[in-house]
Each structure stands twice: as C-alpha cells, then as structure tokens.
C-alpha cells in the first residue's frame, strides 16, 4: 500500500483506529507525504533497520483492521 496516494480522510482513519505509537505516528506521517525510508531515518536520527521495523509494525496494525 502506498500511504502517499490515500485521501486525508483514508489516512486519519488509520490514525484513529490503529493506536500507533508516536515514533510509529512519526514514521506514518513521514511515509504518507511521500519520504523514503533514508529520509526518514535522518529526519528523526535513527537507523535505516529502526524505520523499516517501524514500517513492519505499522503494516500489522493496518492489517488487523
């Protein structure tokens, strides 16, 4: 899924109903204006594998819906 190309109302949906936590809300936000995951990760002075396990998680929670 790419997070980027969801409607605001799509995207506050997941915010609501997913209980992200906030380095996981940072990382969603991030991911839905379009940054990649090296962006990211200088963004918030974390690793690379820091975001792509923050990104697995994200996708769990978005599927349990």
């Known amino acids: 899924m790419k997070l980027h190309k969801l409607t605001q109302s799509q995207l506050d949906d997941y915010r609501l109903r997913s209980n992200f936590t906030a ?3 940072a990382v969603f936000d991030m991911l839905s204006k379009g940054c990649s995951i090296k962006e ?3 963004k918030l002075s974390v690793s690379t594998r820091t975001v792509d396990r923050r990104v ?10």
């Open 23 to 25: 380095d996981e809300l």
């Open 40 to 42: 990211i990760a200088s």
């Open 56 to 65: 697995f998680d994200i996708k769990m929670k978005i599927n349990q819906l």
